[in-house]
């Protein structure tokens, strides 16, 4: 247990330095580490000396990177992936077996979604889905086979919340994995640990970035469950980038104070429509209007930088809105220093189903908001002069 807060932590959390003595961390661009001699490279390879051996395996960059998220989030272990979706697919693909049972929310990204549909039933995996706003029905979806209980909290994109600790409760007396998606939220924000997870994952491509630069994933837990993951991710090859960790690493140093504005931007943003005459419904966290408004203030420090509103007008007023957007980004991306604004229902999730959108709280007009650190008077008029229009 660290004796700092989570902003020195953030930020004096490093490698120890080289002979060179430098005060930031190097880059360690190379595939591979040389040893001493036969011995070393025996014990090193069987696992007898804890070392670097092959930058798939581990990488000084990468073990800076995931020593500062697994302090964070309060975790004991963790490994780092080339992009947020390897880090989903590694943790499912090493922890389940032909015939297993996953019981998740329906609120989930869309390329889960497909992993859960479309190629995870190839291996005798299948899926139960559970509506977020009606949990009591969790239970009743458990069958003997069921492994891992898995949620996003909030969803993406339609900013809902689930209670962590109901969840956690639910695994503990089932004797389940629970496996949160904390991206939207990071471990700033809240930390799923403490409510009975056993796994966290984040797509650091997000806002543990932040700045829209590199892609990156990680997923941090018990040492005994990321060692399987590891183990697995070693033979498969999903690793991240030195390069890519190195960047990840130093924005790490600044998350909290980027969210701080991110989210002060945010709750403004989403006062201000909701008294907007274009607009039907806003989600936010923490507006009382949010219908898990007290779950979130209990499991969450701040709103998070995501809202979603409803355009009046459907489908066509969604996309008409994106097409007169003059400084906001159209873009798939979140959690960006510039906001980006994103028509879910024409893009992200247009490969599902219309009944697939709506169970997944995708409606016709949802248009999800990814508010930056411009100044917000210029965000608020920007998105003001495309409703009006």
């Excluded at 040893?35 to 990468?62: D, G, V």
């Excluded at 880090?87 to 996953?102: K, P, Q």
């Excluded at 869309?110 to 509506?131: A, E, M, Q, R, V």
Aim: proline share 4%.
């Amino acid at each position: 247990m660290s004796k700092h807060h989570f902003e020195t932590d953030a930020i004096r959390t490093q490698l120890e330095r080289s002979q060179f003595q430098e005060h930031s961390t190097p880059l360690y661009l190379t595939s591979s580490f040389v040893f001493e001699n036969a011995e070393e490279m025996r014990a090193s390879f069987t696992e007898e000396k804890e070392r670097n051996i092959y930058s798939r395996f581990s990488n000084p960059n990468t073990t800076e990177f995931v020593q500062k998220v697994v302090q964070m989030e309060g975790a004991e272990d963790g490994y780092a992936f080339a992009t947020g979706m390897a880090a989903v697919f590694s943790t499912f693909a090493a922890l389940l077996n032909s015939g297993d049972h996953i019981v998740s929310a329906r609120s989930v990204f869309g390329s889960t979604h497909t992993l859960f549909t479309n190629y995870f039933p190839k291996w005798n995996i299948t899926t139960s889905y559970f509506d977020i706003n009606n949990p009591d029905e969790i239970e009743s979806l458990i069958q003997p086979t069921t492994k891992i209980l898995y949620a996003e909290s909030p969803t993406n994109p339609g900013v809902d919340i689930i209670d962590l600790e109901l969840l956690g409760n639910i695994a503990k007396k089932y004797n389940l994995l629970l496996v949160i998606d904390n991206c939207f939220a990071t471990p700033y924000i809240q930390q799923p640990i403490k409510y009975g997870a056993n796994l966290v994952i984040h797509s650091a491509t997000k806002l543990m970035d932040g700045q829209g630069r590199v892609l990156g994933g990680v997923v941090v837990g018990s040492k005994e469950l990321i060692r399987e993951i590891y183990l697995f991710s070693r033979n498969t090859g999903p690793a991240l980038s030195p390069f890519n960790a190195w960047v990840l690493s130093k924005s790490l140093e600044t998350l909290a104070v980027r969210l701080e504005k991110h989210c002060e931007n945010a709750l403004e943003l989403a006062k201000f429509l909701e008294n907007h005459a274009e607009v039907s419904t806003v989600k936010y966290p923490f507006l009382k209007s949010h219908p898990q408004f007290k779950i979130a203030k209990k499991q969450m420090k701040l709103g998070g930088n995501i809202l979603a509103i409803e355009v009046k007008g459907g489908l066509e007023a969604g996309k008409n809105f994106l097409n007169t957007i003059k400084m906001c980004s159209l873009s798939a991306n979140l959690g960006d220093t510039r906001t980006i604004v994103t028509h879910p229902a024409s893009t992200t999730h247009s490969k599902l189903s219309k009944e697939e959108q709506l169970a997944a709280g995708i409606t016709p007009g949802l248009v999800r908001i990814s508010v930056g650190l411009e100044h917000i008077s210029d965000i608020i008029n920007d998105i003001n002069q495309a409703l009006n229009s």
